[in-house]
């Protein structure tokens, strides 16, 4: 195993050291505390966050919730909009075009799935890009693909975040990733490759999965399937990021990694729940404090 970065984050296990994503975020959540009352003390309010739901997901209004206590917390000033089901396009697309032009808001996230009858390129399409603080934007996108600065998917961000605080070094390390979603995989490719690492997307189609999750240095699951990495699959020492969250027929949940096994090979290994989660609201927190000091900079008076 690589030497550990900062061993504050890493419990001895039987073999690999346990990244807690709960105490990296408690952590955050303090830095983020004090970088945003330096906003509010600069600008005199608080930056403001905007969660439009559509639709009844379970998932989604817990996730909602989740994000409204961090924000409490760290002071930014989150509302949600919760959108009847049938809500059709055009009055999503008003509503979205309305926080884009309102002066309160400076994040903008809308909860996935939205409801079948609703397309998420239009939301991708009409929530402007200096609000799109969870990257969905083609603009986002665009940037990320160019290696220019730019608004991050939060849960792709979150495993950047929790690598760089381990210290996991990453440039010229084989990253096997898997899922090529546009939330998660594709985006952590580009993020990845920034840092120099040697990058591999593998998906529901690659034939051999093992052959590839053995070469990683690190390895990176958000393919939402339970118990799909066996300790086999894993090279001795590699870190191991579980992004899945998997819901038990029982009730619980599992990420995709099946942690007993893993564990034993592995030289650092997120639990789930525990890992990437709690980093991720944490993060779109963050950069809703990113996009209000953007719109002080890029307005008028500023330039
Ligand atoms: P998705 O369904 O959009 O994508 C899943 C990806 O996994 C696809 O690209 C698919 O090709 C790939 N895949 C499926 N089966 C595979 C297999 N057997 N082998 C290799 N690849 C396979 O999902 P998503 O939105 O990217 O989310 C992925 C997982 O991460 C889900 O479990 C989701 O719940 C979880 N998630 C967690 C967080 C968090 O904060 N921890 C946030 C978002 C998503």
Redesign the pocket.
């Known amino acids: 195993m690589w030497p550990a970065g900062n061993s504050h984050y890493r419990e001895k296990r039987v073999t690999a050291e346990i990244l807690d994503g709960r105490a990296m975020g408690a952590e955050i959540k303090v830095e983020l505390r004090d970088e945003v009352r330096k906003y509010v003390q600069e600008q005199g309010r608080s930056p403001g966050l905007a969660i439009v739901r559509v639709g009844g997901d379970a998932a989604s209004g817990m996730y909602s919730k989740a994000i409204l206590r961090v924000a409490e917390v760290v002071g930014v000033r989150a509302r949600l909009e919760e959108l009847p089901e049938q809500t059709p396009a055009d009055e999503l697309r008003a509503i979205l075009q309305h926080l884009n032009a309102d002066e309160a808001t400076q994040g903008i996230l809308v909860q996935m799935p939205l409801p079948a009858h609703l397309s998420q390129k239009m939301v991708a399409d009409t929530v402007t890009p200096a609000k799109d603080i969870d990257g969905i934007s083609p603009r986002s996108a665009g940037d990320l693909f160019l290696g220019l600065p730019s608004f991050l998917p939060s ?1 792709a961000a ?1 495993v950047m975040e929790m690598l760089g605080r381990t210290s996991t070094p990453l440039a010229g390390k084989r990253v096997v990733i ?4 546009n ?3 594709k985006p952590l490719s580009m993020m990845l490759l920034q840092k120099n690492a040697t990058v591999t997307i ?3 189609r ?1 034939v051999h ?1 093992a052959d590839f999750t053995r070469q990683g240095d690190v390895l990176v699951s ?4 339970a118990n ?1 990495i066996t300790a086999d699959m894993v090279r001795p020492g590699a870190v191991v990021i579980d ?4 819901a038990l027929p029982g009730g619980g949940i599992v990420g995709d990694v099946d942690f007993a096994s893993v564990r034993e090979v592995a030289g650092a290994l997120t639990p789930t729940p525990g890992g ?2 709690p980093l ?1 609201n944490v993060l779109l927190l963050k950069q809703c404090l990113q996009a209000a000091w953007r719109e002080i900079e890029n307005s008028p008076s500023h330039l």
């Open positions: 849960t979150a898997l899922g090529r979603s939330v998660v995989g593998c998906h529901s690659t999965l958000a393919a939402g399937r799909l992004v899945g969250i998997n990437v989660g991720t």
